[in-house]
């Protein structure tokens, strides 16, 4: 299974982006799903994740309220509605996919996910 990140783009602040995440020769709804964000300068970062066998769904205190992930099982797709965006969302965000039983403590845990898509840049300008 091979991700790809897409959606990305320069925006102001305040305003919206949906990100998807797409699988290529496989489908995403056997797995859960993550997404993660890297900052220039810095470390990657957990933004959220829905867990595939009950459709839990995990955020960063940094997003909550402004992002929700969600998933489409029949198109094998994902996505990160991200809302009132703040500079400090400027990062490449990249989707990624874990076992479907993954823990909750592990659902936060970059080490958890073992496939990992390319990144695709958000940029918020104020």
């Known amino acids: 299974v091979q991700l790809q990140a897409s959606g990305g783009g320069v925006v102001q602040v305040g305003d919206s982006l949906r990100l998807t995440c797409a699988a290529s020769a496989s489908s995403l709804s056997a797995y859960s799903l993550g997404w993660f964000r890297q900052a220039p300068g810095k470390a990657r970062e957990f933004v959220s994740a829905i867990r595939r066998r009950d459709r839990a769904t995990y955020y960063a205190d940094s997003v909550k309220g402004r992002f929700t992930i969600s998933r489409d099982n029949a198109k094998g797709t994902g996505y990160l509605q991200m809302n009132s965006l703040k500079p400090e969302d400027t990062a490449v965000y990249y989707c990624?996919?874990?076992?479907?039983?993954?823990?909750?403590?592990?659902?936060?845990?970059?080490?958890?996910?073992?496939?990992w898509g390319q990144g695709t840049l958000v940029t918020v300008s104020s």
């Open positions: 990624a996919a874990a076992p479907p039983n993954t823990i909750t403590s592990e659902m936060y845990n970059a080490r958890a996910y073992n496939i």
